[in-house]
């Protein structure tokens, strides 16, 4: 499966962007996908993740209740819904698929990665 990341930019803190990771191939409602960042000069993390048809969404702590997860299997999409951003989140932003039913939080889990989007939060 091939994806594509995109919805970064810049905004101000407080405020709010949506990621979306169009996916291409078959089976795309087979992965588990997940969403991980990587800042300068830091290790890539994991952001959020869901499964096969939307269940089981996992958030780092850093992120819960600020950020959701879904996806649309009909349209081969997954979304990260980004809200009172700060500007620890700025970030370049990865999305990746899993042959697994369910998402994990490690980045060796995950079988393909989309190119990244950078996101920008300005204090």
């Known amino acids: 499966v091939q994806l594509q990341a995109s919805g970064g930019g810049l905004v101000q803190a407080g405020g709010s962007l949506r990621l979306s990771c169009a996916g291409s191939?078959?089976?795309?409602?087979?992965?588990?996908m997940g969403w991980f960042r990587q800042a300068p000069g830091k290790e890539r993390e994991f952001v959020a993740g869901v499964g096969w048809r939307g269940g089981g969404p996992s958030y780092a702590d850093s992120v819960e209740g600020r950020f959701a997860v879904s996806r649309d299997n009909s349209k081969n999409v997954v979304y990260l819904e980004m809200n009172s951003l700060r500007p620890e989140d700025t970030a370049v932003y990865y999305c990746?698929?899993?042959?697994?039913?369910?998402?994990?939080?490690?980045?060796?889990?995950?079988?393909?990665w989309g190119q990244g989007t950078l996101v920008t939060v300005s204090s």
């Open positions: 990746a698929a899993a042959r697994a039913s369910r998402p994990g939080m490690l980045a060796s889990q995950y079988d393909y």
């Open positions: 191939g078959d089976n795309f409602s087979r992965y588990s």
